[in-house]
T-cell receptor, first 120, second 112 residues
């Protein structure tokens, strides 16, 4: 079964600095998708970034970028120029391509999250 | 505006009562999902539906039931058989397959 591990329960960073959140996963699949979601205090889950495993190029979205290491099964999120509004829980998620019966395609498996605090 | 709505935002129920959480989407998405979130935990999948009139159990379906009579709606019933129902419940939807899931604002259920 696939698992997602976020080893940093809490992190803090000074405003305008850069921070990296770690995520590792375990799968025997070759094709899959990885996501970072952000959950601010409002508790709304917001997509930050998506990475397709077949793409070698790391995904970027403005100040957010990932370091995708497929062989190492690592998917870290880098936040540059941190802003106070980046304070949130960050969840790494793995999308199951399919299960043994052909179903479950598109189901997400989440890590336990990293609580990021951006300090002024 | 297109989006996913969940109601109510906060819900209180007495132990032993069934309660139904609403999830509606106007994104024309085929697939819908229900997740449960507990403190210090990631999201766990309760039920999902990839098409109208069809749904499958997720990882923690015991004590829950769903229906999918309309494409836009995927209500979740928390039954009295659910041993620890107090949690934050999130609904999500997507076009199906490997499309990105988008989430509603959530419902906080507290059982007294």
């Amino acid at each position: 079964a696939q698992t997602v591990t976020q080893s940093q329960p809490e992190m803090s960073v000074q405003e305008a600095e850069t921070v990296t959140l770690s995520c590792t996963y375990d799968t025997s699949e070759n094709n899959y998708y990885l996501f970072w979601y952000k959950q601010p205090p409002s508790r709304q889950m917001i997509l930050v970034i998506r990475q397709e495993a077949y793409k070698q190029q790391n995904a970027t979205e403005n100040r957010f970028s990932v370091n995708f290491q497929k062989a190492a099964k690592s998917f870290s999120l880098k936040i540059s120029d941190s802003q106070l509004g980046d304070t949130a829980m960050y969840f790494c998620a793995f999308m199951k391509p399919r299960d043994n019966y052909g179903g479950s395609q598109g189901n997400l498996i989440f890590g336990k999250g990293t609580k990021l605090s951006v300090k002024p | 505006d297109g989006g996913i709505t969940q109601s109510p935002k906060y819900l209180f129920r007495k132990e032993g009562q069934n309660v139904t959480l609403s999830c509606e989407q106007n994104l024309n998405h085929d697939a819908m999902y229900w997740y449960r979130q507990d403190p210090g935990q990631g999201l766990r999948l309760i039920y999902y539906s990839q098409i109208v009139n069809d749904f499958q159990k997720g990882d923690i379906a015991e004590g829950y039931s769903v229906s999918r009579e309309k494409k836009e709606s995927f209500p979740l019933t928390v039954t009295s058989a659910q041993k620890n129902p107090t949690a934050f419940y999130l609904c999500a939807s997507n076009k199906g397959g490997l499309d990105t899931q988008y989430f509603g604002p959530g419902t906080r259920l507290t059982v007294l």
